[in-house]
Nanobody, 124 residues
Framework: QVQLVESGGELVQAGGSLRLSCAAS????????MGWFRQAPGKEREFVAA????????AYADSVKGRFTISRDNAKNTMYLQMNSLKPEDTAVYYC?????????????????WGQGTQVTVSS
């Protein structure tokens, strides 16, 4: 099992920046690929970004490309999401996820482990 705990979510003004963290514990060797998803009120959860084990491969949703950067530090068992130029439409609960099979995937079904989420609110 892999346990994931997100942190870093808070209220920020539009145009501001935040860095989310996802700390992994347990069988972290099973987190081949990791990703961030988000769910806005009244909407389905959607893919944000994903990263491979070594960090050499990343993927982003078009809506965040150029503004968000995903990274991971395997020595610290932590994944990050640097979010710049935040917009009100980025408001959502952000979830981190880990896959034991897929290196990089935008599909929710590819991920075996999920965190509880952290709230990001962007005010206009």
């Amino acid at each position: 099992q892999v346990q994931l705990v997100e942190s870093g979510g808070e209220l920020v003004q539009a145009g501001g920046s935040l860095r989310l963290s996802c700390a992994a514990s347990g069988r972290t060797d099973r987190s081949v690929g990791m990703g961030w998803f988000r769910q806005a009120p009244g909407k389905e959860r959607e893919f944000v970004a994903a990263i491979s084990w070594g960090g050499s491969t990343t993927a982003y949703a078009d809506s965040v490309k150029g503004r968000f950067t995903i990274s991971r530090d395997n020595a610290k068992n932590t994944m990050y999401l640097q979010m710049n130029s935040l917009k009100p439409e980025d408001t959502a609960v952000y979830y981190c996820a880990a896959s034991s099979v897929y290196s990089v995937s935008y599909r929710e079904s590819a991920y075996d482990y999920w965190g509880q989420g952290t709230q990001v609110t962007v005010s206009s």
